[in-house]
């Protein structure tokens, strides 16, 4: 296999290649007018990335992980009480959680989307908590800590189910911030309110990242929370500043987690592309989908629910056989993921806390079986083609030894 041969699993090259002049510009602009931390470049990045989202209002910061952690502060997390995620997620959405002070509890995911199972957290609920009378808020029996927040994933850039997360978050007063980190431009088809509404927009608050292999990504380390909420957009420019609304009058202890101007002008450089980007991601789905058709669907392909427009942020399939099917395709000069192999509940890192959630099947057994193929904007039809023969012929090889 030739290095020409291969296939990334991830072309962050080509894109910028594209951008370089304008790309480079923005350094040269930096560098003449020594505009490096915040200023006229960040915030009219936090404009127009807030139009995108159909919000009023974008706060850049430093990472994704400070995005969702500045957000449930803002939208009043205190300390020693749990926030409700799923188990199927990357670990920052947890590690915000803990470092707002709260615990992370957890619901099952659904089969078919890998997103939070909105039945599952009713049952949570209401059969697993009690009601806390003063708040209406639930108490978890298992911890007994009071639950302030629900945190849907929208993992893979499809959005979770928000007409059912955001009504029983209204029925028991809890505050809900999206992690929207790998779905920036994805839309949801509320059948409440009879209209498509963007992901970014349904929660008191939600969390970007613009980490480089993202669908927006910067050329280094972003993130942003949009929100409508007036009060959490001016706390969350004040946790990201030293708690200073105003220089040195710091009216409480904030973190460091500002958005660098070089990195929100790169980010406005790429940002009036994403959505070609992403339409150019569904399409390689639609693409991939009705390979594998033809191909006699060897593996399980990603479903899209009617009120669902995923912006394909990864392109996830299942099969039993998943890790042969990795070493198959690697033999090929294939390149894939695993998004995530190990649920959070049964990491190292939760040990101490894993008898307080139990089992989560529905991840768990997924977890041994997802697989992550090529998927990104400038990937090849011819490209495309060779992932799904290769898949076929692997199927045909496991056939012949189980004949
Ligand atoms: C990438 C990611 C984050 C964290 O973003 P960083 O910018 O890397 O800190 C949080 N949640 C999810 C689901 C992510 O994919």
Known sequence: MTQENKIPFLDLITPHLELEEELVSVFRQALTKAAFVGGAAVENFERNFAGLCEVEYCIGLNSGTDAVRFALMAAGVQAGESVITVPNTF????????????????????????????????????????TD?????????????????????????????????????????????????????????????????????????????????KNLGACGEAGAVTTNDAGVAQKIRMLRDHGQAKKYFHDMEGYNGRLDAIQAGLLQVKLPHLTKWNQQRRERAAKY????????????????????????????????????????????????????PIPLHL????????????HLPVTEKVAGEILSLPMFPHLSVEVQVRVVEACADFARTTDEVTV
């Open 133 to 213: 009378q003063k708040t209406g808020r639930p108490i978890s029996r298992r911890t007994g800590r009071t639950i302030s927040a629900i945190v849907p994933v929208h993992l893979y850039g499809q959005p979770a189910d928000m007409d059912a997360i955001l009504q029983l978050a209204q029925a028991h007063n809890l505050a809900v911030v999206e992690d929207a980190c790998q779905a920036h431009g994805a839309e949801y088809f509320s059948r409440k309110l009879g209209r498509w509404r963007k992901v970014g927009s349904m929660g008191q608050a939600a969390a970007f990242s613009f980490y480089p292999g």
């Open 91 to 130: 670990i920052a959405t947890t590690e915000a959680i803990s470092q707002a002070g709260a615990l992370p509890e957890f619901v099952d995911i659904e089969e078919q989307t890998y997103n939070m199972n909105p039945e599952k957290l009713r049952e949570y609920l209401q059969t697993a908590c009690d």
């Open 289 to 340: 989908n009705r390979l594998f058709e033809k191909a006699g669907n060897t593996v399980i392909t990603p479903f899209e629910p009617s009120w669902s427009r995923g912006v394909y942020h990864l392109y996830v399939v299942r099969t039993k056989d998943r890790n042969e099917l990795i070493a198959f395709l690697n033999e090929r000069g294939i390149g894939t993921g695993i998004h995530y």
């Open 347 to 358: 990491q190292k890192a939760y040990a101490s806390v894993r008898n307080v959630w139990g």
